[in-house]
């Protein structure tokens, strides 16, 4: 039986979904501004195991995620460049799509833009000032926190910590709580605006994912996932609207956050500068994969060089033994059901990693072909994938062997392996990482 960490009741909890066979699960998308990090591709690639789980369970699933492309952070970012905001959403709305492609997630059913949603936006500020639960100030429309006796109720708490992503929670000195939240933000000079009677104006940030959710799933559904970073004040405000309007509660029945990923005990992210994007990574892009799952989604990923390579020794593994298989349209059956008993157990893709090694060292070959496709249905690893351009084992070896000598500092044998690898056709670029091999 399937079973969820919710962070709501703190509880692991068996999986109900509303209707039977079918899961209607929203996961916070990226902000249209920047190149995304190693830290969002956690997020997005746990996200995208647990889809592909729940599609493995079959059930039928509608994974929405929405894609923020009207900020303060992209209008900034216009300002900075001296372009048109569209430009910047539009650009890295295609990275950003392209990053997903390479760490191969394939489950999300629809992208949805912010601004393609402004008409529900509008609406559900629009019902939120006839019930009364938001106030108009000198910029625009604010929730008032004081109506919602709830408020907190996900993550324990009603003011910020250091750990939250950038609060977004608008100052404004004639507000009437410390926390209220902008619903609508007016227009100001220059900046792209929608014309409407509650006043010309942009959404603020914490609206458009029930809007848009109101709109593809209703007042109410199974999952919503993102960073813990997110579970407070965005998700907690997403609470505060939506069954504020509804009267409906629980507005989201399983909140499932995903741990940070970290680099020197630090949060990766954006305004550190700490990151390392997923474009650095495209050429290593499963073997990062890897490592993600190799870890559970809750706990804290500490990056590391050196963490990097022995995904790489293991991934590389891995693809060997498995290209060596012979399909033989069996499945193990004991193997596959102690991968699901792992995986049912809030997503364990540690231990479910374990039993696929398992399996590989296992004397009895019978089986193992079928029985590590259908596991990597679910991990998304392309260990089946024949390599267009492999690398020679000799290659590799080489550079292996280039990698020990440089860690001794034996510089010279080093550059012998460096001649030796390009002279077989291939070249060996040293990234902050670990090494980067390619064809000439
Ligand atoms: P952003 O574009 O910053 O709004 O983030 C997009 C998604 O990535 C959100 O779900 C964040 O919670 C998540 N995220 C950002 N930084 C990290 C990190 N260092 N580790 C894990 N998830 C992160």
Known sequence: MLKFYNTLTRKKEAFKP??????????????????????????????DVIARYLK???????????????????????????????????????????DMKKLNITSVKKYARATDYIKEIISQVKRLIKKKYVYKISDGWYFDLSK??????????TELKSGDSVSRIDENKEKKNKGDFC???????????????????????????????????????????????????????????????????????????????????????????????????????????????????RNTINFSNQKMEDARNSYERLKNIVSELKDDKKINKKYLQEFETAMDNDINTPEA??????????????????????????????????????????????????????KNKNWKKADEMREKINKLGYIIEDKERGYVLRKK
């Open 18 to 47: 509303m209707k039977k066979g079918k899961v209607n699960m929203f996961v916070c998308g990226p902000t249209l501004h920047d190149y995304p990090h190693l830290g969002n591709g956690r997020t997005f690639v746990s996200f």
């Open 56 to 98: 493995w369970k079959r059930y039928k699933l509608f994974y929405l995620q929405n894609l923020t492309d009207i900020d303060d952070k992209i209008i900034n970012k216009a300002r900075e460049n001296q372009v048109e905001w569209k430009e910047i959403k539009e650009k890295y709305e295609k990275i950003y799509l392209q």
């Open 148 to 157: 919602d006796k709830d408020y907190g109720k996900l993550s324990g708490r």
């Open 183 to 297: 619903v609508w933000k007016f227009s100001k000079l220059g900046e792209p605006m929608w014309k409407s009677d509650i006043g010309d104006g942009r959404p603020g940030w914490h609206i458009e994912d029930t809007a848009i959710t109101e709109k593809e799933f209703g007042e109410r559904y199974d999952i919503h996932g993102g960073g813990i970073d997110l579970m407070f004040p965005h998700h907690e405000a997403e609470i505060s609207q939506m069954e504020s309007l509804s009267g409906k509660k629980p507005f989201v029945r399983y909140w499932l956050h995903t741990g940070f990923l970290n680099i020197n005990e630090e949060k990766m992210s954006k305004s550190l500068g700490n990151f390392i994007t997923i474009k650095d990574v495209h050429e290593e892009a499963m073997i990062v994969r890897y490592f993600l799952i190799s870890n559970h989604y």
């Open 353 to 406: 990693l374990q039993v696929l090694w398992k399996l590989l060292r296992d004397g009895n070959e019978e089986g193992k072909f079928i029985t590590v496709k259908k596991m990597d249905e679910v991990f998304g690893l392309n260990l089946l994938k024949k390599e267009k351009n492999t690398i020679p084992k000799e290659v590799k070896k080489l550079a292996k062997e280039r990698g020990n000598a440089r």
